[in-house]
């Protein structure tokens, strides 16, 4: 079976490092995925993790361990505009998405 | 412009009356999936398609049927909608399969009254 854990919700504040853990337990693995999903929108790709370590693009880096079943996805100098649904997504027998991160963002 | 489009956009309908919301990608993507969204549950699959006139069942497949007659086009049918399929729909498209970038449709969104 395919089980991915993912907080329901956080808050951070603007100009701070947030990270956004998710944990799975899946059958197969072929790599994590991280989506962005604002309010009413279509999810848009972040990042894609398939080897140990940390993935780094601009502000945003994730971070898999497969040992763990465990990813994070750290946001830095957080802006408004990151106020918006993670999702973690895992590629294994079939792509399976967590229920989602909703992050708001404060001033 | 690179992109998968669905349509409608917006339907309510009622018990029983056959739907169908089209997914067209531009891409020459091989893969191509269904998902629905409700809250609390995330996006499940409902059935995807690795290739033309290749189809196999998602997640939660009850009540769904699909076809990929052509490269470009798989549409999701719902032969006779039941209230529990209200939900938010999303189309998306990928080159080798689900251990790549998926490209998203801008959603359905479906109410069955």
């Known amino acids: 079976g395919q089980n991915i854990d993912q907080p329901t919700e956080m808050t951070a504040t603007e100009g701070a490092i947030v990270q956004i853990n998710c944990t799975y337990q899946?059958?197969?693995?072929?790599?994590l995925f991280w989506y962005q999903q604002h309010a009413g929108e279509a999810p848009t790709f972040l990042s894609y993790?398939?080897?140990?370590g940390l993935e780094e693009k601009g502000r945003f880096s994730s971070f898999l361990s497969r040992s763990k079943g465990y990813s994070y996805l750290l946001l830095k100098e957080l802006q408004m505009k990151d106020s918006a649904s993670y999702l973690c997504?895992?590629?294994?027998?079939?792509?399976?998405f967590g229920g989602g991160t909703r992050l708001m963002v404060k001033p | 412009e690179a992109q998968v489009t669905q349509n409608p956009r917006y339907l309510i309908t009622v018990t029983g009356k056959k739907l169908t919301v089209t997914c067209s990608q531009n891409?020459?993507?091989?893969?191509m999936s269904w998902y629905r969204q409700d809250p609390g549950l995330g996006l499940r699959q409902i059935y995807y398609?690795?290739?033309?006139?290749?189809?196999d069942k998602g997640d939660v497949p009850e009540g769904y049927k699909v076809s990929r007659k052509e490269k470009r086009n798989f549409p999701l049918i719902l032969e006779s909608p039941s209230p529990n399929q209200t939900s938010l729909y999303f189309c998306?498209?990928?080159?080798?399969?689900?251990?790549?970038?998926?490209?998203f449709g801008d959603g359905t969104r479906l109410s069955i009254l």
């Open positions: 993790n398939v080897l140990d």
């Open positions: 899946t059958s197969g693995f072929n790599g």
């Open positions: 997504a895992v590629a294994g027998n079939m792509l399976t």
């Open positions: 891409m020459n993507h091989e893969y």
């Open positions: 398609s690795m290739n033309v006139e290749v189809t």
């Open positions: 998306a498209s990928s080159f080798g399969g689900d251990n790549q970038p998926q490209h």
